[in-house]
């Protein structure tokens, strides 16, 4: 039993520090010397379904790979579950950042969530900043408490 609460926290951590890296990323990285991949994303009109800024999903996905890959190699050790924890949070960002805010797909368009309101609106926060300097919310599923409260008075309204 002990090994399972040992491998779950693993992925739970791994998952959490994936916030942690997209953030320092998205803000030290993307809006600094790689700019020139990530600002298509803060355009006002869209440049197609594929964006510049999709290379950083590739990016993000390879320690994930290769911590599945080489965790399997080595009989499902430490790796895999980081690994496993790395593509969770993959598939959230994809699923909170592409379909969710950004509509890529015409998907869970309309939510009464506070949670999700406050993702959405900690998002367009960061948006409306279309160059690289002055940004504000960098992070995707870890928000400051100001964005609940804005999405609270707007579904109060």
Same mark, same amino acid.
């Given at each position: 039993?002990? %090994?399972?609460?040992?491998?779950?926290?693993?992925?739970?951590?791994?998952?959490?520090? $994936?916030?942690?890296?997209?953030?320092? %990323?998205?803000? !030290?990285? $993307?809006?600094?010397?790689?700019?020139?991949?990530?600002?298509?994303?803060?355009?006002?009109?869209?440049?197609?379904?594929?964006?510049?800024?999709?290379? @950083?999903?590739?990016?993000?996905? =390879?320690?994930?790979?290769?911590?599945?890959?080489?965790?399997?190699?080595?009989?499902?050790?430490?790796?895999?579950?980081?690994?496993?924890?790395?593509? =969770?949070?993959? $598939?959230? !960002?994809?699923?909170?950042?592409?379909? @969710?805010?950004?509509? /890529?797909?015409?998907? @869970?368009? &309309?939510?009464? &969530? *506070?949670?999700? /309101?406050?993702?959405? /609106?900690?998002?367009?926060?960061?948006?409306?900043?279309?160059?690289?300097?002055?940004?504000?919310?960098?992070?995707?599923? @870890?928000?400051?408490?100001?964005?609940?409260?804005?999405?609270?008075?707007?579904?109060? *309204?």
């Amino acid at each position: 039993m002990e %090994t399972v609460i040992a491998k779950i926290l693993m992925v739970v951590i791994a998952f959490s520090g $994936m916030e942690t890296v997209a953030w320092f %990323t998205h803000k !030290y990285i $993307m809006h600094k010397f790689l700019w020139s991949l990530h600002k298509d994303h803060h355009k006002k009109e869209s440049s197609g379904f594929f964006e510049h800024n999709d290379f @950083f999903f590739l990016i993000f996905a =390879l320690p994930g790979i290769a911590g599945l890959f080489w965790g399997v190699i080595y009989h499902f050790n430490f790796l895999f579950w980081c690994g496993l924890g790395i593509s =969770l949070y993959g $598939m959230a !960002y994809f699923l909170v950042h592409d379909v @969710f805010i950004h509509q /890529r797909f015409k998907i @869970f368009r &309309n939510t009464d &969530n *506070s949670y999700l /309101r406050a993702i959405r /609106r900690a998002h367009k926060m960061h948006h409306k900043h279309l160059g690289k300097e002055d940004g504000e919310s960098f992070g995707m599923l @870890f928000i400051p408490f100001k964005y609940f409260r804005s999405s609270k008075t707007k579904s109060a *309204s």
